[in-house]
Structure formats: structure tokens, C-alpha cells
Nanobody
Framework: QVQLVDSGGGLVQAGGSLRLSCAASGRTFSSYAMGWFRQAPGKEREFVAAISWNGGSTYYADFVKGRFTISRDNAKNTVYLQMNGLKPEDTAVYYC????????????????WGKGTQVTVSS
């Protein structure tokens, strides 16, 4: 069993930065691919970024490439999402997610979810 606690959201002006964190419980954190999704009001939850169990592979949605960076620290059981150059359209609840072994770009087949952290970008 893995529990995910995501944090780091807040209110920021356009062009600003935030770093989201996702702390995982459980001894098997390093065997999970980790990632982030987001959901804006009235929209479906969408993929943002993912990182493999050892950090050797990363995937990004096209709309965040060059602005967001995903990373992980297995010694701390934590995955991060550094968000730079934030835009008002990045406003959403951001959810941490985990999937055993395999990388992902779809929200189906995820094993665990965090409760989400709100990111609001003002223009």
C-alpha cells in the first residue's frame, strides 16, 4: 500500500514559479513510476508529466515541455514538479499519481492518487 501526499500549490502571478512535492509512504516507492496530472474546473483530468522508477526516463505533455521539470528522490520517497513560466491556463488542481513498474501518459491504470493541491495563476 502506498499513500501519496501532494503539496506546494498556491497563488502565483503569470510568469512565476512553484515547486510541487509528493511524499509517498511505503517501502516500495522506488518500484513505482510517478507522475502528475491536473484538472481544471469543468475539464477532464489530464496528464502533465511522469518519471520512471529510477529517474532515467521522463515524459511530458506538450503544453509543459520546456517549462516544467519532474524529478524524484528515492531516498526521501518524494517526487517533485518544478513549474516555471506559469500561465493562467495552468490553473488547476494538480494530482500526484503512482503506477507500479510502468510509465504512463494516461490516467487509467494508475494504482494510487494523491488528494491534489491547488495551483492558481493570475494574469
Amino acid at each position: 500500500q502506498v499513500q501519496l501526499v501532494d503539496s506546494g500549490g498556491g497563488l502565483v502571478q503569470a510568469g512565476g514559479s512553484l515547486r510541487l512535492s509528493c511524499a509517498a509512504s511505503g517501502r516500495t516507492f522506488s518500484s513505482y513510476a510517478m507522475g502528475w496530472f491536473r484538472q481544471a474546473p469543468g475539464k477532464e483530468r489530464e496528464f502533465v508529466a511522469a518519471i520512471s522508477w529510477n529517474g532515467g526516463s521522463t515524459y511530458y505533455a506538450d503544453f509543459v515541455k520546456g517549462r516544467f521539470t519532474i524529478s524524484r528522490d528515492n531516498a526521501k520517497n518524494t517526487v517533485y514538479l518544478q513549474m516555471n513560466g506559469l500561465k493562467p491556463e495552468d490553473t488547476a488542481v494538480y494530482y500526484c499519481a503512482a503506477r507500479a513498474r510502468y510509465m504512463f501518459t494516461e490516467r487509467d491504470n494508475m494504482d494510487y492518487w494523491g488528494k491534489g493541491t491547488q495551483v492558481t495563476v493570475s494574469s
